[in-house]
């Protein structure tokens, strides 16, 4: 740890980098920051009423809900590392960001995804246990099980990440212009002098175990579809897992275009879209929260 924060301190120096994602006119700025505001604003909220409602009801400490708390505060971290800096830039027409502003945005954004993903697996495998072996459940899911996933779930993501910058602060960079709204590890590998490999590969391989965490999901999901035997059942899976299997394909066709783009891409191609793909791997999990949000506090009222 003593030596990547060293590294980092060293490689900090005078380097200020340019973001070229954002191009909005004078006339629309304040427009912008409103609606930006806005949602940042309510993405706070609603996940702070599902935290509290949670943390104060009984009736809901039960490992879904808790799972669904822990996935609510990385939604608010993911989202206060995202939406701030965006809504300066805009405000205050700035669109630079030093070295060290730069790396923390970046690990912060990254393990929010990889908690997010991670997260979101664990709950499905929850409601795969719940659904199909209920006699069984209680026994799985104990109050220590559930309590240890939850630390493994942030644990490893922040692991993860870390790893990624380890390999990042290595690189020297030759550029300080960010094709981007926000800092990126693909974004400053391209800024690189000297080869990547090693970055690719460790990408590589973060997509790929992230691709079979979706397609562990689809999986339980698929094996749950036979034990809907009344409408009811039916009714409920539509409500609940479907959302969440067309919320999480929307997030991975999303992450997997940022980060083809990014590699692969040119500079000036498909702006709007990119910088579209880019607001919605933060917001587009929100959904799936809030709609268990709205669910939680119609089952207390």
Same mark, same amino acid.
Do not use: W
């Given at each position: 740890i003593m030596t990547l924060m060293t590294s980092l301190f060293n490689s900090s120096q005078e380097i200020v980098f340019v973001l070229h994602g954002l191009n909005v006119t004078q006339a629309n700025r304040h427009i912008y920051f409103v609606f930006i505001f806005i949602l940042y604003l309510l993405t706070i909220?609603?996940?702070?009423?599902?935290?509290?409602?949670?943390?104060?009801?009984?009736?809901?400490?039960?490992?879904? *809900?808790?799972? !669904?708390?822990?996935?609510? /505060?990385?939604?608010? =971290? +993911?989202?206060?590392?995202?939406?701030?800096?965006?809504? *300066?830039?805009? !405000?205050?027409?700035?669109? /630079?960001?030093?070295? =060290? +502003?730069?790396?923390?945005?970046i690990f912060f954004i990254f393990s929010y995804i990889y908690c997010e993903c991670t997260n979101l697996t664990i709950m499905a495998y929850d409601r795969y246990v719940a659904i199909c072996k209920p006699l069984h459940y209680h026994s799985i899911m104990t109050t220590n099980n559930m309590w240890t996933l939850i630390f493994l779930t942030w644990l490893f993501s922040w692991l993860e990440c870390g790893i990624g910058m380890g390999l990042l602060v290595r690189l020297p960079l030759c550029n300080i212009n960010i094709d981007k709204l926000y800092c990126s590890d693909w974004a400053l590998v391209k800024l690189s002098c000297i080869d990547t490999t090693l970055n690719n590969i460790y990408t590589f391989i973060q997509m790929s175990f992230h691709v079979s965490q979706f397609t562990f999901i689809v999986i339980s999901y698929l094996n749950i579809i036979p034990s809907l035997r009344s409408r009811e059942d039916r009714r409920k899976f539509m409500q609940t897992c479907l959302p969440h299997i067309i919320t999480l394909t929307n997030f991975l066709m999303s992450h997997l275009f940022d980060v083809m783009y990014a590699r692969y891409g040119s500079n000036t191609s498909l702006?709007?879209?990119?910088?579209?793909?880019?607001?919605?791997?933060?917001?587009?999990?929100?959904?799936?929260?809030?709609?268990?949000?709205?669910?939680?506090?119609?089952?207390?009222?």
């Open positions: 909220v609603i996940n702070l009423i599902l935290i509290f409602t949670i943390a104060l009801e009984k009736r809901l400490h039960d490992p879904m *809900y808790l799972f !669904l708390c822990s996935l609510c /505060v990385n939604g608010i =971290i +993911g989202a206060s590392s995202f939406y701030p800096k965006i809504l *300066y830039d805009i !405000l205050f027409d700035s669109h /630079v960001i030093t070295y =060290i +502003g730069c790396m923390t945005q702006l709007a879209l990119r910088n579209i793909m880019s607001v919605e791997i933060i917001a587009t999990l929100g959904k799936f929260g809030q709609k268990k949000t709205m669910k939680i506090i119609k089952h207390i009222l």
